[in-house]
């Protein structure tokens, strides 16, 4: 009797080392779980119930149909009053069977001095509501849209790795609680008991985790910024506005470099050409007149020819 607990103890540490594993890494759990349940066929102490088999199928086919997947949204965009907008988005989202997750509103001052409210939320709608709530806070702002994102994450297999290892754990915790049943000695009651707590850790930190994932799949999260129009509009002072003249400015550069470029094509192509055809003969013909000149003057200041003895 002691030899075969000793053995059916053994079976199931491993069991638990190999869930343990699985807890580490998700991705390693569906070679975990084949493992345990190889261990569990060979050995008749530690086979599993056919009713956590048959749950498992169930689950297995449940996963293959429905998926989950998490979606999520952004929004910023800019509006008369922040204030106003946030209270009507609150009851937006509860009027769809959702809650306001956080709502911040802090100032935010001018150039002017002015102080204006800006305000960010984060609200969770259901998800199959989605489109239409990210409608009904855009018609919050006759403002075209500032920034807005959307993303989305099929966390199927993440929820399936869990499902697959939560029933694992519970057959090995209806195991271990007849072994610790049958168990006559206090050592092996103890060592027992310190597995099956271990066990039901891990049973109820994986029930959190799927319980987190279904919620997060079912109510898609929102998250909004509303900006005051005063802090998006333009500078203006006493009716300057500066914008407007930088921008006339710019034009003004523009349209100076544009009669610079202009004037500069001309004279390459059509003066250039226009005043080479005047003044360069006019040049020849005076310097043809200057050089006859000066062999003129040359000619007069030659010494007469010396007489011969």
Request: aromatic fraction near 4%; charge should be negative.
């Amino acid at each position: 009797m002691i030899k075969k607990f000793s053995i059916t103890l053994v079976i199931l540490a491993l069991l638990l080392a190999g869930c343990s594993g699985a807890a580490q890494n998700l991705r390693s759990s569906e070679q975990t779980d084949f493992a345990v349940n190889e261990m569990l066929v060979e050995a008749p102490a530690a086979a599993a119930p056919e009713g956590a088999k048959g749950a498992y199928a169930l689950d297995q086919t449940a996963a293959s149909t429905e998926r989950l997947v998490i979606k999520n949204a952004t929004l910023s965009m800019a509006v008369d009053d922040p204030l106003v907008s946030r209270d009507n988005i609150a009851r937006l989202a509860e009027s769809m069977g959702g809650f306001v997750v956080s709502a911040d509103m802090y100032q935010q001052t001018l150039s002017n001095g002015v102080q204006v409210p800006q305000v960010s939320m984060t609200i969770r709608v259901p998800a199959e509501r989605l489109d239409e709530a990210l409608t009904a806070i855009k018609a919050e702002t006759d403002q075209p849209i500032i920034n807005e994102n959307m993303n989305s994450q099929d966390v199927t297999a993440e929820y399936t790795d869990l499902n697959s290892r939560l029933i694992n754990l519970q057959a090995a915790e209806k195991q271990l609680q007849g072994i610790m049943d049958d168990a006559n000695r206090t050592e092996d009651v103890l060592a027992v008991y310190s597995q099956l707590v271990s066990v039901r850790e891990q049973i109820e930190l994986i029930k959190g985790q799927m319980q987190y994932t279904e919620q997060s799949a079912a109510l898609s999260s929102i998250s909004v910024q509303l900006i005051a129009n005063a802090a998006v509009q333009p500078i203006t002072i006493a009716g300057w506005q500066p914008g407007g003249v930088a921008k006339q400015a710019l034009q003004s550069l523009i349209n100076a470099l544009q009669s610079l470029a202009n004037f500069g094509i001309r004279l390459v192509i059509l003066y250039v050409p226009v005043l080479l055809i005047i003044f360069v003969p006019i040049a020849l013909i005076i310097w043809g007149i200057v050089r006859l000149v000066r062999r003129g003057r040359k000619s007069k200041k030659a010494p007469p020819p010396e007489p011969e003895l």
